[in-house]
């Protein structure tokens, strides 16, 4: 997309820019929700120190805003825990939350289905991301971050938003479902091992495959007229579609693509590949 898109669900580095310098109150919020694959020896944390947007914040998903009691990564939190922790980020449901992460567009997106998931709409992903930032040459902060005032934030879980494991076996013949796997397509086919050890190679019976990467130039989302054209390839416009990847990061990155295009009935697989993939009983093909 041009370096002047604005949408409320996608917004370009001038536009936060501009409002970042007419935005002295706290109806708006930063946040950095950069993540990394597995293996990857970089700290969020201390990126964030090192550079940032002024005056963000961490959003923590692989954490703090995650489920305490799986074995799987980053699993989206209970409504009272999002609420928690997102009131101590300072912010309240009146506050419009912009969403960011240092690979310019990998990771924001999961933060942005969280609020959608949790009730909130104001929210909007910074399409480029820290990248577009920088090289935009606009301001950057870094040291500790300052402290938080706390606000009060009550999360209401949207459930067309997330979808589990069991859910989603009974609706993969559903001809009113589309199934969008977001890996890339060595993966979806199975003639690659998956990065986690003890995970099954391939995809779901009747899935589609849509690699995330397809639909970014450069860290920034193409053109919506080809973002269209690539999921009517896939799927008819009034389909259900649920996005599945890895472990349910880059399936956001889908969602919110097709949120952008104006499709309704969004849903995210949780659990993803890391969860199909490892538990027998689900139906896998190559």
């Known amino acids: 997309m041009t370096t002047s898109v604005q949408h409320q669900d996608l917004v370009?580095?001038?536009?936060?820019?501009?409002?970042?310098?007419?935005?002295?109150?706290?109806?708006?919020?930063?946040l950095d929700a950069t993540s990394f694959m597995p293996g990857v020896d970089r700290s969020p944390e201390q990126e964030l120190i090192e550079q940032r947007i002024p005056r963000a914040r961490f959003f923590d998903?692989?954490?703090?805003?995650?489920?305490?009691?799986?074995?799987?990564p980053h699993m989206l939190p209970s409504a009272e825990q999002f609420s928690l922790e997102v009131s101590k980020l300072g912010i309240s449901n009146d506050t419009h939350v912009v969403i960011y992460d240092s690979?310019?567009?990998f990771s924001a997106?999961?933060?942005?289905?969280?609020?959608?998931?949790?009730?909130?709409?104001?929210?909007?992903?910074?399409?480029?991301?820290?990248?577009a930032w920088i090289e935009a040459g606009l301001e950057l902060?870094?040291?500790?971050?300052?402290?938080?005032?706390?606000?009060v934030f009550n999360a209401h879980l949207q459930s067309e938003w997330v979808i589990d494991a069991e859910h989603l076996n009974e609706l993969l013949t559903?001809?009113?479902?589309?199934?969008?796997?977001?890996?890339?397509?060595?993966?979806?086919?199975?003639?690659?091992?998956?990065?986690?050890?003890?995970?099954?190679s391939g995809h779901m019976p009747n899935a589609k495959n849509l690699p995330f990467g397809d639909l970014l130039d450069n860290g920034h989302f193409i053109a919506l007229s080809e973002i269209k054209a690539k999921f009517d390839a896939l799927s008819a416009p009034e389909q259900r579609?649920?996005?599945?990847?890895?472990?349910?990061?880059?399936?956001?990155?889908?969602?919110?693509?097709?949120?952008?295009?104006?499709?309704?009935?969004?849903?995210?697989?949780?659990?993803?590949?890391?969860?199909?993939?490892?538990?027998?009983c689900y139906p896998v093909v190559k």
Not at 61 to 72: E, I, Q, R, V
Not at 141 to 151: K, Q, R, T
Not at 249 to 260: G, K, P, Q, S
Request: aromatic share 8%; hydrophobic share 45%; net charge neutral.
């Open 241 to 280: 579609l649920i996005f599945s990847c890895g472990s349910g990061v880059t399936a956001c990155i889908l969602a919110l693509a097709a949120n952008l295009i104006c499709r309704k009935v969004l849903t995210v697989y949780d659990g993803s590949w890391t969860e199909w993939g490892a538990t027998e």
């Open 174 to 200: 559903d001809n009113n479902v589309a199934v969008i796997d977001a890996r890339p397509r060595a993966r979806f086919l199975g003639s690659v091992k998956e990065p986690r050890k003890g995970i099954r």
């Open 141 to 151: 902060e870094s040291g500790e971050l300052e402290s938080i005032v706390p606000m």
């Open 103 to 105: 690979l310019g567009m």
């Open 12 to 30: 370009s580095v001038q536009w936060l820019h501009q409002a970042l310098a007419n935005n002295a109150q706290d109806n708006l919020v930063v």
């Open 109 to 131: 997106p999961r933060g942005w289905w969280m609020f959608k998931t949790m009730g909130h709409n104001n929210v909007s992903v910074l399409d480029g991301g820290l990248p």
């Open 61 to 72: 998903f692989n954490n703090k805003l995650a489920a305490p009691d799986t074995d799987l």
